[in-house]
């Protein structure tokens, strides 16, 4: 079983700004902009309301709701309109779907997605984010892969996922689509989950950022994570630089700033299973 850190969701290059986590400890992680994607943001659903002025509001441009909406990964089943027979998606080309393929990366595998994130707050009945809370890292949903469909060949796509962004446009090479299973299967969690979700609130333990960090990308992760010898690193960072211990309990990772897919093997690493088990983590 392989564990892929997925970076998904709004940041300062994508979208323009982190994802908010409101005042009750609920959060958004905003599908990026995708002029290709036939979705608009005023379409998708958040708490029973369209996203299109949350969006139009926290990015202060008043025509992101009616742009596109690359809803990807697509986890929720209250988001968007749905066929009968709607299972949760997750799509990838490019170079990262190869760094993906190459990794063997398949059926029984679990995605755990992170984005920026910012506290944010009503004021003057708008949302903004609250100023000068620092934006963090954070985990904030998962997806554990059932199927791989290239749609590259000639799959025959089901009429419940032909809304999904990456069948549209002009996308790369290797684009596929990974199908979630029907529940979450990881060695030792005792708790019933989906095949894939959203996690219920944001909470220190989804934190990636060190508490002390000076930038988002210096991570504070379980000790687990520590390479050492006869274990390959998370990919895309091999470098040992970017590893130091800190405790018993914990190491630093200075995580990379570009890469969307991180991969690890979980069989060279059976304390991060463990840790993806603890209670309250996922669901």
Known sequence: MKLILSRKGFDTSAG???????????????????????????????????????????????????KGAHLDPDLLPEAFERQPGWRPLLGQHGAAQAHLANHGVGEGDLFVFFALFRPAERHRGRWRFVPGARAFHAIWGWLQVAEVWPLSSSVNIPEWAAYHPHLFGQRSTHNSLYVAGEHLAVPGMQTSLPGAGVVAAMAEPHRLTAPDARGVTDWRLPAAFMPGPGKTPLSYHHKPERWRGENADWCRLQCAARGQEFVLDLQQYPGVAQWLATPGLLG
């Open 16 to 66: 323009g700004c982190p994802n908010p986590v409101f005042p009750d400890g609920s959060f958004l992680a905003l599908p990026i902009p995708d002029a290709q994607s036939p979705i608009r943001y005023s379409q998708i659903q958040h708490d029973g309301r369209s996203l299109g002025p949350l969006v139009s509001q926290l990015t202060g441009n008043r025509a992101f709701s009616r």
